[in-house]
């Protein structure tokens, strides 16, 4: 079923619609279309974008192809080019055969690491339509929502509050004043769906996705970067707006969107949003974050499906997150796939109002900021990626020196899966297909803080785990800073942490 919600009050809710995908190439609801103007390249270091494009236009010069450069981001060799054809070649068979050209030419290879089409990407709940509740201005709910319970943030809080981490907002800006985020923004951000520095989340007049609705995801990124501090409420927040009002983007804003968070430093990126289709452009920049032991964290998608698949969320690049709900259970909605990393809540409740209307209950729902200073209800896998985001965040405020690279990675996201909560009994039908299970906050930052046991106590227990593991270790839980060693770090790490 489509991810679509009803309510009768108007005067209490904003409405979220996305249309169908629009643009050359839309095939399956919310499959991602093909952006048939343009082309993107990464130029090998000994080549030049002149050879490339000087090939292609001799290759096809029957069709009139011209490649003209539009944009780059010059630090990684990589070009944006604006595709132009005579009338006649503009079609839809000209530009499949011009893909596969950019697929499979040999000549290329000497020239370009790779070469694509755009492709059109947007947060999860811009593709299905959904609508976010309004509470008020009081910030019970949002503090007091029952994730908070969940992940014990209570007790997680005194272990880590991700102190000294930066988490990177692609979405659709943030709004600065509200009380749950000000002060909490990052030096840095930028927008690059107009290119200046307002990376406020406002709208821009425009309905992009064609569904009669015009800027109807403002407030997406506002309540995502809330989730995330909820969970690491010391952590900074960078925005960085890659999508517009109506929450689309594409491949192009997005690499560039990662590529400016990898520059500036930050320690996790949040990407509350995907694509079908799979992209070199942003598959390059999550694997230079990787390398650079940077966390980012992916929305599986809101169409309740394994194919196509949603990307980032599906690569090994990022940590794909699924939706449960307030009982454990898979999300009506989300999507599914034995390459997601891990679950995390997402759902929210309905129950019937005395006036017989829709309505959702507080009390088992996803509660968030929206701009000018309330907060709402809403659902989606978009929310989420932020709740995982911010465990990955305190999880980094732990490691004594979080600068190992791609070990990293691979410690934050091995200690989310070991320490998750199984999720088989309540969802068989999806057996490994929402990853390792429901993210289990405390468990998680308790394991890092030396933990080794699991009894919510660092004790001698552990202190003995830790020794007996001494030396060079391969994928342990006693190498708590993820060198390979465990070492005097580690054991610092458990005698700071001793109960």
């Known amino acids: 079923m489509i991810f679509r919600h009803f309510c009768s009050t108007a005067a209490s809710i904003f409405l979220l ?38 090939l292609f236009e001799s290759n096809h010069a029957d069709l009139g192809v011209t490649l003209t450069p539009i944009d780059a981001i010059p630090s990684r060799q990589t070009h944006l080019l604006a595709l132009g054809l005579r009338p006649q070649g503009s079609n839809h068979g000209v530009l499949d055969i011009l893909e596969d050209d950019l697929d499979s030419n040999p000549a290329y290879r000497s020239i370009l690491s790779w070469s694509e089409f755009c492709y059109q990407g947007e947060a999860p709940e811009g593709k299905t339509g959904s609508f976010w509740f309004n509470l008020d201005r009081d910030d019970g709910p949002f503090w007091g929502q029952f994730a908070t319970g969940m992940f014990n943030l209570s007790q997680t809080h005194q272990r880590s509050r991700g102190a000294g981490t930066v988490v990177a907002v692609l979405d659709t800006g943030i709004d600065p004043a509200h009380p749950v985020l000000g002060g909490r923004l990052a030096a840095g951000g930028f927008n690059f769906v107009n290119g200046t520095s307002d990376t406020s989340d406002t709208g821009d007049g425009r309905d992009s996705d064609g569904d009669g609705f015009v800027d109807e995801m403002v407030g997406h990124g506002t309540f995502v970067a809330s989730l995330i501090v909820l969970v690491a409420p010391d952590a900074r927040i960078l925005p960085v707006r890659v999508l517009d009002g109506d929450g689309v983007s594409d491949s192009w804003l997005i690499a560039k969107g990662l590529y400016h968070a990898i520059d500036q430093g930050v320690d996790v990126i949040n990407l509350s949003l995907g694509s079908t289709y799979k992209s070199d452009a942003i598959g390059d920049a999550l694997h230079e974050a990787r390398e650079a032991g940077i966390i980012a964290v992916a929305a599986a998608g809101n169409l309740n499906r394994a194919e196509p698949r949603e990307f980032p969320a599906n690569t090994r690049q990022a940590l794909g997150v699924a939706a449960t709900d307030d009982l454990d259970v898979k999300a009506a909605f989300s999507n599914f796939h034995h390459k997601l990393t891990i679950a995390a809540p997402g759902a929210s409740v309905q129950i019937q109002a005395p006036s017989g209307s829709a309505q959702y209950d507080p009390a088992r729902s996803i509660v968030g900021a929206i701009p000018g200073g309330g907060y709402a209800i809403w659902q989606g896998t978009s929310f989420a990626t932020a709740f995982v985001s911010g465990a990955a965040a305190l999880i980094q405020a732990q490691l004594p020196d979080p600068g190992h690279g791609e070990a990293t990675f691979d410690l934050i996201e091995r200690r989310l899966a070991s320490t998750a909560v199984d999720l088989s009994t309540q969802n068989p039908q999806f ?9 289990d906050v405390a468990r998680a930052v308790l394991l890092g803080a030396g933990d080794l046991d699991g009894d919510g106590l660092v004790s001698e227990a552990d202190l003995m785990a830790l020794l007996s593991a001494w030396g060079p270790c391969d994928e342990c839980a006693a190498d708590l800073d993820g060198d390979g060693v465990v070492g005097v770090q580690d054991l610092l790490v458990v005698m700071a942490n001793w109960d």
């Open 17 to 54: 619609i996305a249309g169908a995908p629009t643009g050359e190439g839309a095939g399956l609801p919310g499959e991602d279309p093909r952006l048939g103007d343009r082309i993107m390249v990464r130029v090998l270091p000994n080549a030049a974008l002149a050879d490339f494009t000087g």
């Open 431 to 439: 057996d490994d297909m929402l990853g390792a299970g429901r993210i």
